[in-house]
């Protein structure tokens, strides 16, 4: 299930990146970054109170005339109203309401999104207080006032916005059709490929109801089964500045990723794979989906007996931390190998969602022990005593250790492959969860 999106919009020096940053890092978890990948924290896997999130930063806009700060304001609204389920607008107490903010208000107003006014830098109530009510003219509702600073006012701010969360079992219930995002950089063929899976399909391109965002998902039966492909091409945009480019078509990436199951990273053939790619396959490796890696336009390279196998090794030496990810050379254009595309996401889908019983991973575990002793620490050895699966969509296993210190990443690894070679579990990651007990317990 995909989790909500919340994005955080306003003006330059209101506090956005401060009050993120508060959020993402220290009042909230955030999931770690993926080895190997570097990125902007343009997005933070969140909580509150049982309610898991993601949080997205749209700012990164210090321009000086006034006239660009409205247009490129203007983007961050039309970003965050067309990708969240929820939108912070932040303002600042100290500046008081500015036209700026009246203009955004107005659009953020006619989303029909749930709106939440944040006003902040009120470091103080009793000197601030008063300051506030001016913000009621802005029509957007009760404004909360916080101080990112000084970790003010959080609280009622978060416990506002999961709120209009979505009643996860109800969307769990409404919709079990298989989700793909099909993403990469701009330019590799993204649209071309869902268009030419409609053209061969004859199916009719839909809204889907029941999405909250404005993209246009398409849905595509394939042997009696309904797909849904997420295109994550195309938000207009005026300015050309590349930086903003590639933190939207981020933002972009993101939101898609979470509402899908599995993901296509499309990579072009003739420019090969690049550091952005990995950055986008890192998104999706985090969140622990299904990927497909599609390498498009393999009609216009030249080709010997080697290329697939060099072209292979250098794609997975760059996405070294996702070797299960799978493989497949395509064409839009003249369409050739599409229809295999249908046969990996069903082999992956079936991946994301096996079961193993508990006895059979046990006999794995010990098996593996027994080949390859557990490391040790000043005299003390890592034990492993019981592991068990708890959820899919990623499996996620549970290994139960006399001390996590012991528990390396390497071995944690070891175990991984051990039961890859048993299962397979091709095209999907897995997740391990290290608890602690004692010995006496088993």
């Not at 607008?89 to 036209?99: A, H, K, N, P, S």
């Not at 109801?209 to 492909?229: L, Q």
């Not at 990927?291 to 010997?304: G, L």
């Amino acid at each position: 299930m995909s989790k909500p999106i919340v994005a955080i919009v306003g003006r330059p020096n209101v506090g956005k990146s401060t009050l993120f940053n508060v959020l993402a890092g220290e009042t909230i978890s955030i999931v770690k970054d993926t080895p190997g990948v570097t990125r902007d924290r343009i997005y933070a896997d969140c909580t509150w109170l049982d309610r898991n999130f993601t949080l997205i930063d749209t700012g990164g806009i210090e321009p000086d005339s006034s006239d660009i700060i409205l247009s490129q304001m203007r983007e961050q609204a039309e970003i965050a109203i067309s990708t969240a389920d929820v939108i912070i607008f932040i303002v600042d107490v100290r500046q008081g309401l500015v036209d700026a903010d009246s203009k955004v208000a107005d659009m953020l107003r006619r989303s029909r999104k749930p709106v939440i006014l944040a006003v902040n830098k009120v470091d103080s109530f009793q000197k601030f207080g008063n300051d506030v009510y001016e913000f009621y003219n802005l029509g957007i509702g009760d404004p909360y006032p916080v101080s990112g600073a000084s970790r003010l006012g959080l609280g009622e701010l978060l416990d506002e916005v999961i709120k209009y969360f979505p009643d996860s079992q109800e969307e769990d219930d409404e919709d079990d059709r298989p989700r793909i995002a099909i993403v990469g950089k701009p330019n590799v063929g993204k649209s071309s490929i869902i268009n030419k899976l409609v053209g061969e399909n004859r199916v009719i391109v839909s809204n889907i109801a029941g999405t909250t965002r404005d993209a246009v998902d398409t849905a595509i039966v394939h042997n009696g089964t309904e797909y849904v492909f997420i295109d994550t091409a195309g938000l207009r945009r005026k300015n050309k500045i590349k930086e903003e480019l590639e933190r939207y078509s981020i933002i972009r990436t993101v939101t898609a990723v979470e509402r899908a199951d599995i993901v296509v990273l499309v990579i072009d053939a003739v420019e090969g794979v690049t550091e952005q790619d990995a950055k986008i396959a890192g998104i999706a490796h985090d969140r622990g989906k299904g990927i497909i890696i599609a390498v498009n336009k393999w009609d216009a390279i030249e080709k010997n007996d080697k290329t697939i196998y060099e072209y292979t090794k250098k794609i997975r030496d760059t996405l070294a931390y996702m070797p299960y990810a799978e493989m497949i050379f395509i064409s839009a254009e003249t369409g050739q190998r599409l229809s295999k595309l249908y046969d990996l996401i069903d082999m992956v889908r079936e991946n994301q969602t096996l079961r193993i019983a508990t006895g059979v991973l046990n006999e794995i575990m010990t098996e593996a022990v027994a080949l390859q002793q557990p490391p040790s620490d000043k005299g003390k050895r890592l034990k492993l005593y019981y592991i068990t699966q708890v959820s899919v969509k990623p499996p996620t296993f549970v290994i139960f250790v006399n001390d996590k210190e012991l528990m390396h990443f390497s071995y944690t690894r070891y175990i991984e492959n051990k039961i890859r070679e048993a299962f397979g579990f091709k095209g999907t990651a897995l997740r391990f969860l290290i608890r602690e007990r004692s010995g006496k317990e088993q």
